[in-house]
Nanobody, 125 residues
Framework: LQVVESGGGLVQPGGSLRLSCAASGFSLDYYAIGWFRQAPGKEREGVSCISNRGGMTISADSVKGRFTISRDNAKNTVYLQMNSLKPEDTGVYYC???????????????????WGQGTLVTVSS
């Protein structure tokens, strides 16, 4: 079981990026997905999550109104659309998967079963 993130890069403040989390070896139909990030010298924090069928989403206060999580189970992929990016959004972004029905969580420890390797997002002028 593996999830792979992509879509990171360097972007100017105010810009946009779309991250993808693709599953390999299993179907995401039964998995809730969370996006997390870790800035240099800081703890990993939850950014946004989505339940297995998309009925529930949660976003951290710091990204509400700017980031949108969505999923396309037919493509076995979850997306994180990031708009109005700020320098404080810089960090390594990880996606994680857990077998749960109808719920998700921004807990970074003891909840998600499968973690990706991360993709770097740098917001700088």
């Amino acid at each position: 079981l593996q999830v792979v993130e992509s879509g990171g890069g360097l972007v100017q403040p105010g810009g946009s990026l779309r991250l993808s989390c693709a599953a390999s070896g299993f179907s995401l139909d039964y998995y809730a997905i969370g996006w997390f990030r870790q800035a240099p010298g800081k703890e990993r924090e939850g950014v946004s999550c989505i339940s297995n069928r998309g009925g529930m989403t949660i976003s951290a206060d710091s990204v509400k109104g700017r980031f949108t999580i969505s999923r396309d189970n037919a493509k076995n992929t979850v997306y994180l659309q990031m708009n109005s990016l700020k320098p404080e959004d810089t960090g390594v972004y990880y996606c994680a998967a857990v077998t749960r029905d109808y719920i998700c969580s921004l807990r970074s420890r003891g909840y998600y079963e499968v973690w990706g390797q991360g993709t770097l997002v740098t917001v700088s002028s």
